[in-house]
């Protein structure tokens, strides 16, 4: 059985940089054509697809935020982390981390964190 958790400060600041971290169990992030995700929900909008790092370490990130996403993976820990920089307000969500298996070159999401809140204020 997959577990994603994610952890990270519920707060940050304007301008600074918003990092989270996914522990998986149940799986290994190295799994051969998987992907791992961040996911957001603003209050009131619907999901948004961040990014993604893949089972070799390959990441792929939303045009409209690629600029200021970074993904990364610790493998002898099982965890991939988000980092958003430079966030305003707008950054203000629920995050989600996600995982699945390519399909037809894309990712899936069949496994899924609870989510944390993270608020941007100053």
């Known amino acids: 059985q997959v577990q994603l958790q994610e952890s990270g400060p519920g707060l940050v600041k304007p301008s600074q940089t918003l990092s989270l971290t996914c522990t998986v169990s149940g799986g290994s992030i190295t799994t051969n054509y998987y992907t791992w995700s961040w996911i957001r929900q603003p209050p009131g909008r619907g999901l948004e697809w961040i990014g993604y790092?893949?089972?070799?370490?390959?990441?792929s990130s939303s045009p409209s935020l690629k600029s200021r996403t970074a993904i990364a993976r610790d493998t002898s820990k099982n965890q991939f982390i988000l980092q958003l920089s430079s966030v305003t307000p707008e950054d203000t969500a629920v995050y989600y981390c996600?995982?699945?298996?390519?399909?037809?070159?894309?990712?899936?999401?069949?496994?899924w964190g609870q989510g944390t809140q993270v608020t941007v204020s100053s």
């Open positions: 790092i893949d089972y070799s370490g390959s990441t």
């Open positions: 996600a995982g699945g298996g390519l399909i037809v070159d894309r990712p899936s999401f069949a496994f």
